[in-house]
């Protein structure tokens, strides 16, 4: 795996968390909820090749 891809998804990692709690402050739950659900699907997005690569893998292993 790359570092760059590994630091991508700690920063989004974090973005969220911050902004989650300033938002749980603040009284709007809901939105922070999008936000985690948002986060979530954004470094799904970015780890799918990555995901993709593994499932090759695996097949390539077991001769699927």
Do not use: C, H, P, Y
Request: proline share 0%; glycine share 12%; net charge neutral.
């Amino acid at each position: 795996m790359e570092i760059t891809l590994l630091l991508k998804v700690v920063g989004v990692g974090i973005l969220v968390a911050v902004s989650n709690q300033i938002l749980s402050k603040t009284g709007r739950d809901e939105l922070a909820t999008w936000i985690t659900v948002a986060g979530i699907v954004l470094v799904l997005i970015m780890l799918i090749g990555q995901i993709g690569g593994l499932f090759e893998s695996i097949r390539t292993i077991f001769g699927i």
